[in-house]
């Protein structure tokens, strides 16, 4: 079901009842302001949900809790500022979550914990400043991690050593000091393609940062 680029506000908790074999849905470009679990009660079987380019500003812990046939998530274009640790529980048969383009300061080490399937994730042109450590410590599945375009300053020792079949990482244009020689150490050592960081990394007026605790 295509409901692109039309102009709707707000979705009612009946509007899908009738739909319960849809396998996809596609509300982006609207202005969707918010949404609620019972606005998908009966899509068990949806694999597809596109809701990027809509201006949801939160989303709640209970908002996909039946979507547990979902593969696709898009949540692009949006004005999120945050997500929960439980905001995406059920959804582990997930395989792709887009986050690119919100208003996003952190990621923290619970965040994506349920979502042991997951093979691409992208966080890209966000505001991010800080990862925790654990983030990324359930997605060992993960192929394709995208955190370009944020505020990025430091990448600590063992942040990424979980993602085991990661192919492609994207850490470009961000506030890291690429020089830092204990970075550059870490980043090698992972033998995960990166493209072309060090020319494309110090570009935030930040003070240089503390990398000591890759020497650890």
Known sequence: LNLYGNQITSIENDDFDWL????NLDLGWNQINSIES?????LVNLQNLGLYENQLTSIESDDFDLLVN??????????LTSIESDDFDSLINLTYLGLYENQLTSIESDDFDSLVNLNELNLSENQ??????????SLSNLWYLYLNNNQISTINNGIFDSLTNLQYRDITYNCI???DNAFQVYINSLSIP???YSDQNDVCDV??????????
């Open 20 to 23: 319960v074999s849809l396998n």
């Open 194 to 196: 990166t493209i072309n």
């Open 38 to 42: 019972s606005d998908f009660t009966l």
């Open 177 to 179: 000091d690429t020089t």
């Open 207 to 216: 003070s240089p940062i503390d990398l000591t605790e890759l020497n650890s």
């Open 70 to 79: 979902l593969n696709n998530l898009d949540l692009g274009w949006n004005q």
């Open 128 to 137: 991010i400043t800080t990862i925790e450590n654990g983030v990324f410590d």
